[in-house]
């Protein structure tokens, strides 16, 4: 089933306080073209410029995820796209009159439930990263470690451990993107009670709050630190607890932490800049591995961008055309008959296959002892996968041939051996005319291209 890209239908307009600058902020999401992904665009500054939000852009990752290139800098920018991210809204164009988004109530949810009414299906399909193999990311320095599997579909688990006596061991997951906008968007951000006055000094937290932050006490404090750290915040007081959670804090979720750093995960994923069909196993993630993950999958994406894609190929999907059905458009029979099913066809093109086994004949003669099937014949194969799309644009094919005219181009990438099922594929580089037909043919072994050529041939009236 296909599913199409999203944008929302309407401008959304978010107003609070950056969480590191303190700043009052501006920020309204509003709806982009198909392909357009999401963009942050700087209105404060001159020119009002535009920053592309992928992974290849993140410069920090302390306390937040900071995108920037060519002066254009956005700093906190996680739980927006997370919130895009579980709306599965791919086109987004964000504008801010400073250099950080929102903090909100350090969590996702505003966002979500602002823009959930809004979002507007796209009449272009969405495209997907696809998993095709095992994928892992480990940090020995902080013990963190991100493996992506293969799956038909997203799912997430996180796991994290921070030693303390408050914040055990937690675990959270989701088995669809679904389940964000109620499971995850709500969760807040998290932060220990000795790590204040650090973060305040160090220039960050200026727009921290007691109220857009789950503040964890590990140990008993004195009210004179409770004091100092009401005074950072520009609070008359905060009452002070045993160990636990600051201000009498009431969770939403018994793990909203390990909740809140799926949501981070999610935003920081979302750098990726397409949508992910696998399942993510995270043990105590955090930004900088999340956002140096997503720069590895977009390495993976643009390598496979470079490569051709073998078709699909489903061995319990019935044919179109089964050897039968071939010989009864194609004049070849065994053993030249090089097809044995056509699995798809369209106007443009067709995909068909070939199981090569130590019974073809040809194997016989063609280095009997290291078996290799002749390249010539691998042509001739597509070739006769193209002949079907061919003879299926007569009426009568059983009374037409197609003969070559030209073979062009023709690359042998890898050896075919027995046991090898190749995948056809071949496509229209032009429009049939005057019986004239011109296809791009390739041959594939798995996801690995083993030969290509461009072909001419003639479909001709059999005498």
């Given at each position: 089933?296909?599913?199409?890209?999203?944008?929302?239908?309407?401008?959304?307009?978010?107003?609070?306080?950056?969480?590191?600058?303190?700043?009052?902020?501006?920020?309204?999401?509003?709806?982009?073209?198909?392909?357009?992904?999401v963009k942050f665009q700087r209105v404060d500054m001159e020119g009002q410029p535009v920053i592309n939000a992928v992974a290849d852009?993140?410069?920090?990752?302390?306390?937040?995820?900071?995108?920037?290139?060519?002066?254009?800098?956005?700093?906190?920018?996680?739980?927006?796209?997370?919130?895009?991210?579980?709306?599965?809204?791919?086109?987004?164009?964000?504008?801010?009159?400073?250099?950080?988004?929102?903090?909100?109530?350090?969590?996702?949810?505003?966002?979500?439930?602002?823009?959930?009414?809004?979002?507007?299906?796209?009449?272009?399909?969405?495209?997907?990263?696809?998993?095709?193999?095992?994928?892992?990311?480990?940090?020995?320095?902080?013990?963190?470690?991100?493996?992506?599997?293969?799956?038909?579909?997203?799912?997430?688990?996180?796991?994290?451990?921070?030693?303390?006596?408050?914040?055990?061991?937690?675990?959270?997951?989701?088995?669809?993107?679904?389940?964000?906008?109620?499971?995850?968007?709500?969760?807040?951000?998290?932060?220990?009670?000795?790590?204040?006055?650090?973060?305040?000094?160090?220039?960050?937290?200026?727009?921290?709050?007691?109220?857009?932050?789950?503040?964890?006490?590990?140990?008993?404090?004195?009210?004179?630190?409770?004091?100092?750290?009401?005074?950072?915040?520009?609070?008359?007081?905060?009452?002070?607890?045993?160990?636990?959670?600051?201000?009498?804090?009431?969770?939403?979720?018994?793990?909203?932490?390990?909740?809140?750093?799926?949501?981070?995960?999610?935003?920081?994923?979302?750098?990726?800049?397409?949508?992910?069909k696998g399942k993510i196993v995270a043990a105590r993630p955090g930004h900088q591995i999340n956002t140096s993950f997503a720069k590895?999958?977009?390495?993976?994406?643009?390598?496979?961008?470079?490569?051709?894609?073998?078709?699909?190929?489903?061995?319990?999907?019935?044919?179109?055309?089964?050897?039968?059905?071939?010989?009864?458009?194609?004049?070849?029979?065994?053993?030249?008959?090089?097809?044995?099913?056509?699995?798809?066809?369209?106007?443009?093109?067709?995909?068909?296959?070939?199981?090569?086994?130590?019974?073809?004949?040809?194997?016989?003669?063609?280095?009997?002892?290291?078996?290799?099937?002749?390249?010539?014949?691998?042509?001739?194969?597509?070739?006769?996968?193209?002949?079907?799309?061919?003879?299926?644009?007569?009426?009568?094919?059983?009374?037409?041939?197609?003969?070559?005219?030209?073979?062009?181009?023709?690359?042998?990438?890898?050896?075919?051996?027995?046991?090898?099922?190749?995948?056809?594929?071949?496509?229209?580089?032009?429009?049939?005319?005057?019986?004239?037909?011109?296809?791009?043919?390739?041959?594939?072994?798995?996801?690995?291209?083993?030969?290509?050529?461009?072909?001419?041939?003639?479909?001709?009236?059999?005498?």
């Open positions: 089933m296909q599913i199409n890209q999203r944008t929302i239908k309407e401008e959304v307009t978010f107003n609070g306080k950056g969480l590191h600058t303190g700043l009052l902020v501006e920020m309204v999401v509003c709806p982009a073209a198909a392909n357009h992904g852009y993140v410069t920090d990752t302390s306390r937040g995820t900071t995108i920037e290139h060519d002066g254009v800098k956005v700093s906190t920018i996680e739980h927006i796209m997370a919130a895009l991210f579980g709306l599965g809204i791919d086109n987004a164009l964000i504008r801010l009159n400073a250099p950080e988004a929102p903090i909100m109530d350090g969590s996702a949810l505003a966002y979500v439930e602002k823009m959930k009414p809004l979002v507007q299906e796209q009449p272009e399909p969405r495209a997907y990263f696809e998993v095709t193999e095992k994928i892992v990311l480990r940090d020995e320095n902080k013990n963190a470690e991100i493996t992506l599997y293969p799956d038909d579909h997203f799912s997430v688990n996180v796991n994290i451990d921070f030693g303390s006596k408050v914040l055990r061991y937690q675990y959270a997951g989701i088995s669809s993107v679904d389940e964000v906008p109620t499971e995850i968007a709500p969760c807040r951000t998290f932060v220990f009670f000795h790590e204040l006055e650090f973060l305040r000094q160090n220039n960050l937290i200026k727009g921290g709050d007691v109220d857009n932050a789950i503040v964890i006490v590990e140990q008993e404090v004195t009210q004179s630190d409770v004091d100092r750290v009401a005074h950072l915040f520009n609070k008359p007081s905060i009452a002070r607890l045993p160990e636990g959670y600051l201000n009498n804090l009431e969770l939403r979720f018994a793990n909203e932490p390990a909740r809140h750093k799926l949501l981070d995960l999610l935003g920081d994923l979302m750098l990726l800049g397409k949508p992910i590895e999958l977009r390495k993976v994406v643009k390598k496979q961008s470079s490569r051709p894609l073998a078709p699909k190929y489903d061995p319990n999907e019935p044919p179109l055309y089964n050897t039968i059905q071939i010989k009864k458009v194609l004049p070849h029979r065994p053993p030249f008959l090089l097809v044995d099913k056509i699995i798809r066809m369209d106007a443009e093109s067709v995909v068909g296959v070939k199981c090569v086994t130590i019974n073809e004949p040809f194997f016989v003669g063609h280095f009997p002892d290291e078996p290799v099937m002749p390249g010539v014949l691998i042509v001739e194969a597509m070739a006769q996968c193209g002949g079907i799309l061919a003879l299926s644009t007569v009426p009568d094919p059983e009374h037409y041939s197609t003969y070559f005219l030209r073979i062009g181009d023709t690359k042998f990438k890898k050896m075919v051996v027995p046991g090898d099922t190749l995948l056809f594929h071949l496509k229209l580089v032009e429009p049939i005319r005057r019986g004239l037909v011109h296809m791009l043919a390739q041959a594939f072994v798995g996801s690995t291209l083993v030969t290509e050529s461009d072909l001419l041939a003639q479909i001709t009236k059999n005498r």
